[in-house]
C-alpha cells in the first residue's frame, strides 16, 4: 500500500514539473510570435517610409520666368474648403465633446459621438453644397 502511495505521489510530482515547462514553453513561443509579429510591422512602415522618399524625390520642381516687362501676375488663391470637409469637422467637434459629457466612459463616447457627428455634418454639407451648384 505504501508502494502505490508513493507511486502515485511521484506521478502527480512529474506531472505538475511537467506542466509548468510547458506552460513556461508556451509563454515564450507567445513571446518569440509577438515579436515577430511586430517585426513584420516595423518593416511594413519601414517600406512605407522608402515608398514615400521615392515619391518626395520624384517630385518636379518648374519654374516659370515672365518678362519684366507685363504685369506682375496674380498671386493664386488658396482653395477654400467645401461646406462637406467644413460639416464634418465641425460636426467631429461637436459630437465628441458631446459625447464625452454624456457617455459614462469618456474616451468611448467621445470616439462614437466623433464619428456621428462628422457623417451628420459630412451630410449636411455635401446637401449644402449640392444646393449650391
Known amino acids: ?66 518678362p519684366s516687362t507685363s504685369a506682375p501676375a496674380a498671386t493664386a488663391k488658396k482653395k477654400a474648403w467645401s461646406n462637406t470637409a467644413k460639416g464634418a469637422v465641425i460636426g467631429a467637434g461637436v459630437g465628441a465633446a458631446t459625447g464625452a459629457i454624456i457617455s459614462k466612459k469618456k474616451g468611448q463616447g467621445a470616439i462614437i459621438g466623433g464619428l456621428a457627428g462628422a457623417g451628420v455634418g459630412a451630410g449636411t454639407g455635401a446637401i449644402i453644397d449640392g444646393s449650391k451648384k
Not at 16 to 45: F, L, N, P, R, Y
Request: proline content about 0%.
Open 1 to 66: 500500500m505504501k508502494a502505490l502511495y508513493l507511486l502515485l505521489l511521484a506521478v502527480v510530482i512529474i506531472s505538475c514539473k511537467d506542466q509548468g515547462k510547458m506552460d513556461s514553453q508556451a509563454a515564450k513561443q507567445e513571446t518569440i510570435d509577438s515579436m515577430k509579429v511586430e517585426i513584420e510591422k516595423q518593416k511594413v512602415i519601414d517600406s512605407m517610409k522608402v515608398e514615400m522618399a521615392k515619391v518626395e524625390s520624384q517630385k518636379e520642381v518648374v519654374i516659370v520666368q515672365q
